[in-house]
């Protein structure tokens, strides 16, 4: 694996174009200064020996030499050895309601909004954590599976959108079923002794289907702790309609009355419940997430193998000498013609 051990310094590459452009504003008005001085021929007698190509060649050999010391600077390096680092950490999934009622504003920015910026705060939050993610609407989907890539999670969480999920609706349910589906199918697959994990729910809670105590039931017996969080007020608002990004109005029912959401805090607090988990109402303050970690760090961590590059090799040496070379180049390249 290559890489670069502090890539910022690459950014002073941009400076190459800017020389350039300096070297031909100052050539030009070094030829514009020596015209009013006289006569073309006059002046070149003056100069007698001078070569404009030579100045080209003394400047590419600078320019060659700054940007291979620039890249000598950033120290390209080379994984030389890959070996499986042992991690400890709990196996977490994050539910995402991505139902249109999450674009209801009684939250600010949006109710899904405020979801992004929960799950954001709780991965940033678990280290060594591994963390999936599940969108759901009428139906759950896997998005990411268990992983400790925190940056393909975060990537992926920006893309969450009610026209992720065709079915409408809240199936809370369902994306209870499908987490025990992947920590099943992940045990399964590396051989890991039966533990307890942890499911985030980010929802309003507008579920009216009668699975959701069955599938709490069946969580409490796979030892799956539910952390659900509720996103919304009791005095609720409006779901606003979009059509290619512009605002259109606000969602009316078969009668033409606007509907009216609400947080339901009864169907997310019953699953939290049965689970032995916790129901938190999220209301913006700072620390709201701290005592759900606390309870988190409780769970008995996991170990997990992950491989990556330990032993990196420097090769710095390589383009420093090149940059030396071009810095001799520049020595010894005459600004006259030689007779």
């Not at 759901?136 to 975060?154: E, H, I, R, V, W």
């Not at 969450?160 to 369902?174: E, F, K, N, R, Y």
């Not at 009216?260 to 032995?276: C, D, F, K, P, R």
């Not at 709201?288 to 330990?310: C, P, V, Y």
Request: proline letters at 3%; glycine letters at 6%; charged letters at 20%.
């Amino acid at each position: 694996m290559f890489r670069f051990e502090n890539p910022h310094y690459l950014y002073l590459l941009l400076l190459l174009p800017v020389l350039v452009v300096l070297f031909v504003l100052a050539m030009r008005w070094r030829k514009g200064a020596l015209q009013r001085l006289g006569s073309e021929h006059g002046w070149t007698h003056l100069l007698l020996g001078f070569s404009e190509r030579a100045l080209w060649w003394r400047l590419v050999c600078l320019l060659g030499c700054f940007a291979a010391a620039i890249v000598a600077l950033s120290n390209p390096q080379l994984g030389t050895k890959m070996q499986n680092v042992e991690q400890s950490g709990i196996d977490i999934m994050i539910a995402v309601d991505v139902s249109r009622s999450m674009l209801a504003k009684d939250v600010q920015p949006n109710r899904l909004e405020r979801a992004q910026q929960l799950v954001q705060r709780i991965i940033d939050t678990r280290a060594n954590d591994r963390i999936g993610l599940i969108v759901f609407a009428g139906n759950a989907y896997l998005q990411m599976p268990l992983t400790n890539d925190y940056s393909a999670a975060k990537l992926l969480l920006k893309t969450l959108s009610p026209d992720m999920v065709a079915t409408q609706g809240t199936a809370i349910a369902d994306a209870i079923d499908l987490s025990l589906q992947i920590f099943e199918e992940t045990e399964k697959q590396t051989n890991a002794t039966p533990h307890q994990k942890a499911l985030f729910i980010l929802s309003d809670g507008e579920d009216h289907a009668q699975e959701i105590a069955a599938a709490a039931q069946a969580a409490q017996k796979a030892n799956l702790l539910i952390f659900s969080l509720g996103i919304g007020t009791k005095q609720g608002a409006t779901i606003p309609v979009y059509a290619n990004g512009q605002y259109v109005g606000e969602k009316h029912d078969a009668n033409g009355n606007t509907i009216m959401t609400q947080l339901n805090e009864s169907a997310l607090q019953e699953v939290a419940q049965i689970t032995g988990g916790e129901y938190l109402r999220i209301e913006g303050k700072r620390n709201e997430l701290a005592d759900l970690n606390t309870r988190l760090n409780r769970i008995e961590k996991q170990s997990f193998a992950s491989r990556s590059f330990s032993d990196y090799e420097s090769y710095f040496q390589y383009p420093l000498l090149v940059a030396l070379l071009f810095l001799l180049l520049y020595i010894f390249v005459p600004e006259r013609r030689t007779v």
